[in-house]
Structure formats: structure tokens, C-alpha cells
């Protein structure tokens, strides 16, 4: 039997992580259960469905989530930790920028997302040239919390 995954992020930014991410994948930010958003912000919902409990919670105790609209992909949750963030990832998402395109095509749609990622909080760090049969190529960038991931 499969089982089915979220993916937890260490964060100092809960909310300006999940927001990034939610633009970059296309997830929906969820409310509280019961409550429906309209225009409202998500995060000002949160914040008044917990309060109406009678729950204080402080920065240290923020946390986020974001999931995939048509209920594929993984959800995708964002807790407050202390410590900042000292060492490459071992772990990295590869966000499907170019599906189905190769070469120059392909790196041009990788660069026009970077270029979108980067307008949200997103940080080219390198880019890795097509080099077939091995490599299609590929942008390594880094998310509002220095998170690194590619663009493939």
C-alpha cells in the first residue's frame, strides 16, 4: 500500500514561505475548517479561527500549510524553527517548469520562471546548461529561506 507525503519546512517565516511557494507551484492556501475565505487572506482567517478558540500563539508557534488544488500533488507544510538555515539541503524540491520542451525552448521557459520567482522572493543561484544525452538543463535557485530547489 502507497502512503501518501507531506513535505514539512524548517522556517523563521512560516507565512512568507508558504505564500511563496503557493505562487510558485500553483497551491491554494487552506482556511480553517468550516470557514468559507471569499477575498478574504487565508492567514487573517487562521489567525481569527485560532484566536476564537482561545489560543494565543506567539511568532515562535507560527506555522502554514499549502496544498495542491486538484489534490495530486504533495501538501506542503511550513513550520517556525530557532535555528537558520547553515547547510546545502539533502533533500530539494525540482519544480516542472518546462515539461515536454528541450534545449534552447526549454531554457528559455526555465529562465522566464526564474525571472517570476525571483519578482516573489526567489534567488537564482546557478544555472546548468543542456549537455544530451545526460543533462536537459536546469536552474538551481533558493526560496525566501534560502531552501534550495530547481527549476527542471
Given at each position: 500500500?502507497?502512503r ?77 524553527v ?71
Amino acid at each position: 500500500m502507497s502512503r501518501r507525503v507531506q513535505v514539512t519546512f524548517d522556517c523563521h517565516d512560516p507565512v512568507k514561505t508558504a505564500r511563496f511557494w503557493a505562487s510558485a507551484l500553483g497551491y491554494i492556501i487552506p482556511g480553517p475548517p468550516g470557514v468559507e475565505l471569499g477575498d478574504d487572506d487565508p492567514f487573517d482567517a487562521w489567525k481569527a479561527f485560532i484566536a476564537e478558540l482561545g489560543i494565543e500563539l506567539g511568532p515562535e508557534n507560527m506555522r502554514a500549510a499549502i496544498e495542491d488544488p486538484e489534490g495530486i500533488g504533495p501538501r506542503l507544510f511550513f513550520q517556525t524553527v530557532p535555528e537558520d538555515k547553515t547547510v546545502k539541503n539533502r533533500i530539494h524540491l525540482d519544480v516542472r517548469s518546462a515539461p515536454g520542451l528541450e534545449g534552447e525552448e526549454r531554457m528559455e521557459a526555465l529562465e522566464a520562471e526564474c525571472v517570476r520567482l525571483s519578482e516573489i522572493g526567489g534567488r537564482r543561484l546557478r544555472r546548468v546548461d543542456p549537455d544530451p544525452p545526460m543533462e536537459q538543463g536546469f536552474i538551481i535557485m533558493a526560496d525566501p529561506e534560502g531552501n534550495e530547489f530547481c527549476l527542471d
